[in-house]
């Protein structure tokens, strides 16, 4: 590993690694987190730690990216031979070593043991010294080419199981009390979480053996995991899905203040010559300011046509939250969702309803589905110009959300084009990599080629493109 010679090139590195990360750090917080830095006890990790997140972290969001890269790069210990507790140090078996069972293996009995007590305990350090040696003990497996080795999560928690401890904990932790009452289920998640807590720490002792081996800035690429934010809204989990649902009100009061500040600096219209020259009588002829007409109001209608197929449904779900989040910014909004066939489904969203609930009704009970609920651009573009297009005037901005995949289906780009020609903006938000736009039943350029195609996969790109639509 190619060690920083000193604390500025580590400090500049750590920076450069939380870009890299998602968290925007400004060359004004950067400064900031520098001369923190003369101010903390540097061999405390604990200081160091929390000079650095209040100079650089903006949202409890952005905290797991942040713990991840400054565990990498400012390591709680260094060196491969940690001891750790009962003999399970650095010296581990090699790879091709068959390790034995868990009831025939004294050592992995004894860990364990402590193990336990750490977890009754909830001791911190225990937990991490224990982590540190059981990495070293039990997670060394085969490296990817011949007579090398690596570290593992995976084998290290497989073979040491801290989640089979959970029933010994309970008993212990409730002797003498009735179970099944409001102290076991106390009990239960004090414990459960005391057991994720040291995962997450033999996860971190991976990565900083990893990190030792083939340099922080590697393994940061791959260890750091996206904000939500920058999470891809195609492949996220269930998890991840409630997570950026709690980041959407936020983010649309974000946009809206950063919309109204914008909107107010631009307040300002053409310049009004006639009163600026009669102001400048009483500074003797010298326009010491310049007076303008009041701009007029740019608001303007909406109209978003939305393929809600189970390809893109989480995509479309967060799109029309965070667009109905920010509805005072047009005059009107009007909503049309398509699979094989089209509906319009204005009428969920009125005033004062659950936007979450209506995104899911419009899923559930619009009828965007004819035969075979296949996705068909060119029955729902032709459905939209045969039955709305009085929807579309001068003063609209249309906005199409989708993959652009037609199942090999005629896209009826005449149709599109019908559309777009009545339109003053249009746009298309297509949820998948730019890479792999044209590919399969993609038809992503030809419909490019009459609307304007932006890649949009997660939330920070949304919100760029929401602002500079309105």
Same mark, same amino acid.
């Given at each position: 590993?190619?060690?920083?010679?000193?604390?500025?090139?580590?400090?500049?590195?750590?920076?450069?690694?939380?870009?890299?990360?998602?968290?925007?750090?400004?060359?004004?917080?950067?400064?900031?987190?520098?001369?923190?830095?003369?101010?903390?006890?540097?061999?405390?990790?604990?200081?160091?730690?929390?000079?650095?997140?209040?100079?650089?972290?903006?949202?409890?969001?952005?905290?797991?990216?942040?713990?991840?890269?400054?565990?990498?790069?400012?390591?709680?210990?260094?060196?491969?031979?940690?001891?750790?507790?009962?003999?399970?140090?650095?010296?581990?078996?090699?790879?091709?070593?068959?390790?034995?069972?868990?009831?025939?293996?004294?050592? #992995?009995?004894?860990?364990?043991? /402590?193990?336990? %007590? *750490?977890?009754?305990?909830?001791? @911190?350090?225990?937990?991490? =010294? +224990? !982590?540190?040696?059981?990495?070293?003990?039990?997670?060394?497996?085969?490296?990817?080419?011949?007579?090398?080795?690596?570290?593992?999560?995976?084998?290290?928690?497989?073979?040491?199981?801290?989640?089979?401890?959970?029933?010994?904990?309970?008993?212990?932790?409730?002797?003498?009390?009735?179970?099944?009452?409001?102290?076991?289920?106390?009990?239960?998640?004090?414990?459960?979480?005391?057991?994720?807590?040291?995962?997450?720490?033999?996860?971190?002792?991976?990565?900083?053996?990893?990190?030792?081996?083939?340099?922080?800035?590697?393994?940061?690429?791959?260890?750091?995991?996206?904000?939500?934010?920058?999470?891809? #809204?195609?492949?996220?989990?269930? /998890?991840?899905? %409630? *997570?950026?649902?709690?980041?959407? @009100?936020?983010?649309?009061? =974000? +946009? !809206?203040?950063?919309?109204?500040?914008?909107?107010?600096?631009?307040?300002?219209?053409?310049?009004?010559?006639?009163?600026?020259?009669?102001?400048?009588?009483?500074?003797?002829?010298?326009?010491?300011?310049?007076?303008?007409?009041?701009?007029?109001?740019?608001?303007?209608?909406?109209?978003?046509?939305?393929?809600?197929?189970?390809?893109?449904?989480?995509?479309?779900?967060?799109?029309?939250?965070?667009?109905?989040?920010?509805?005072?910014?047009?005059?009107?909004?009007?909503?049309?969702?398509?699979?094989?066939?089209?509906?319009?489904?204005?009428?969920?969203?009125?005033?004062?309803?659950?936007?979450?609930?209506?995104?899911?009704?419009?899923?559930?009970?619009?009828?965007?589905?004819?035969?075979?609920?296949?996705?068909?651009?060119? =029955?729902?573009?032709?459905?939209?110009?045969?039955?709305?297009?009085?929807?579309?005037?001068?003063?609209?901005?249309?906005?199409?959300?989708?993959?652009?995949?037609?199942?090999?289906?005629?896209?009826?780009?005449?149709?599109?084009?019908?559309?777009?020609?009545?339109?003053?903006?249009?746009?298309?938000?297509?949820?998948?990599?730019?890479?792999?736009?044209?590919?399969?039943?993609?038809?992503?350029?030809?419909?490019?080629?009459?609307?304007?195609?932006?890649?949009?996969?997660?939330?920070?790109?949304?919100?760029?493109?929401?602002?500079?639509?309105?």
């Amino acid at each position: 590993m190619s060690t920083p010679g000193n604390l500025v090139d580590r400090h500049v590195d750590f920076v450069e690694a939380l870009r890299r990360a998602g968290l925007s750090v400004s060359v004004a917080e950067d400064l900031d987190a520098a001369t923190a830095l003369g101010v903390v006890d540097l061999a405390d990790r604990t200081q160091l730690r929390a000079a650095y997140a209040a100079a650089l972290v903006k949202r409890q969001t952005q905290r797991a990216a942040f713990d991840t890269v400054f565990d990498l790069y400012f390591p709680a210990v260094l060196g491969m031979d940690v001891p750790g507790a009962g003999g399970t140090g650095g010296d581990a078996p090699g790879p091709s070593e068959t390790a034995p069972p868990p009831h025939r293996d004294p050592e #992995l009995a004894q860990f364990r043991a /402590q193990l336990q %007590a *750490a977890l009754q305990a909830g001791d @911190q350090e225990g937990l991490a =010294r +224990l !982590a540190r040696g059981g990495v070293g003990r039990y997670g060394v497996v085969s490296g990817r080419t011949p007579g090398t080795q690596t570290w593992s999560r995976y084998a290290t928690l497989n073979r040491v199981s801290p989640r089979t401890l959970l029933a010994a904990l309970l008993e212990e932790a409730l002797y003498g009390q009735e179970r099944g009452g409001l102290a076991e289920r106390v009990a239960r998640t004090t414990l459960e979480a005391r057991i994720a807590r040291f995962e997450q720490l033999v996860e971190t002792e991976v990565q900083r053996r990893l990190a030792e081996e083939s340099g922080a800035e590697r393994v940061a690429e791959t260890a750091v995991r996206p904000s939500v934010e920058r999470l891809d #809204l195609l492949s996220a989990t269930k /998890q991840d899905l %409630a *997570a950026i649902r709690r980041e959407i @009100q936020p983010l649309a009061r =974000r +946009l !809206a203040a950063r919309l109204t500040v914008e909107q107010r600096r631009g307040r300002r219209g053409p310049l009004d010559f006639r009163r600026t020259i009669r102001a400048s009588l009483s500074s003797g002829g010298i326009p010491m300011q310049t007076v303008h007409r009041p701009r007029r109001p740019t608001k303007t209608d909406l109209v978003i046509l939305c393929d809600v197929s189970e390809s893109v449904t989480a995509f479309a779900h967060f799109t029309l939250l965070l667009v109905y989040a920010l509805r005072e910014q047009f005059t009107r909004v009007r909503v049309f969702a398509f699979v094989d066939d089209l509906d319009e489904v204005t009428d969920y969203f009125r005033p004062g309803t659950d936007l979450v609930e209506a995104v899911t009704r419009v899923g559930s009970e619009a009828k965007v589905r004819r035969w075979y609920g296949r996705t068909d651009y060119g =029955r729902a573009f032709g459905v939209f110009a045969e039955r709305h297009l009085d929807a579309i005037t001068s003063r609209t901005s249309l906005l199409i959300l989708g993959d652009a995949r037609s199942n090999y289906g005629d896209p009826s780009i005449g149709a599109l084009r019908a559309m777009t020609e009545r339109a003053r903006r249009a746009y298309w938000l297509n949820p998948e990599r730019r890479a792999i736009w044209d590919t399969g039943d993609s038809c992503a350029s030809q419909m490019d080629e009459v609307v304007p195609m932006v890649e949009c996969r997660n939330l920070a790109q949304l919100g760029a493109f929401v602002r500079d639509l309105v």
